[in-house]
């Protein structure tokens, strides 16, 4: 394995009114080169929400950072720097979380969801303990995803349209 130590780029997207928090793993080489969250063109993470909140898909940084405040949305990842070979969560090693508490202590949110199994195993190992809040494993949205149509994604992320 190829592993090279990465470091997250950008902090968390979230305000005060935040009642959902979405946690990812840890950014994707396009996401790293963009600087904000699900920048690959083939992630279904925006048309997905856009599809749940019945609107346009958002194209650029600004309009995502809009739609998530209108949706009450905070957006972060659960690790902060790691190990890892190109966008492959399979490859993830040596990890130092985020200390997602603070957005837990800081909004009002209501309910944490994790974006794909590896982001829900790593809350699960190293930041349930600490926040003794439980997340709600999602289906990935990722490309590499692709047992999952986005009709069954829209199914599956029905849940987050209660809390926000």
């Known amino acids: 394995m190829n592993r090279a130590r990465q470091t997250h780029e950008f902090g968390p997207c979230y305000d005060l009114d935040s009642r ?10 396009k ?11 083939m992630n279904r993470f925006w048309k997905l929400l856009a599809l749940l909140y019945q609107e346009k898909v958002p194209k650029n940084i600004p309009q995502k950072k809009a739609f998530l405040k209108r949706h009450h949305i905070a957006l972060w990842d659960v690790i902060e720097s790691c190990e890892i070979e190109g966008s492959s969560d399979s490859s993830i090693g040596a990890v130092v979380v985020n200390d997602v508490g603070m957005i837990l202590k800081e909004a009002g949110i209501k309910a944490v969801y994790a974006n ?9 190992k190293y930041l349930e303990p600490v926040t003794g809040v ?15 149509s986005i009709e069954r994604l829209e199914s599956a992320w029905k849940r987050v349209l209660s809390c926000s």
């Open 31 to 41: 996401s790293r080169e963009e600087g904000f969250y699900y920048g690959h063109p």
């Open 134 to 148: 439980k997340a709600v494993g999602l289906p990935s949205t990722s490309p590499a995803n692709a047992a999952f």
């Open 20 to 29: 959902i928090l979405i946690l990812g793993s840890f950014p994707s080489v």
């Open 116 to 124: 794909g199994k590896k982001a829900e195993s790593l809350y699960r």
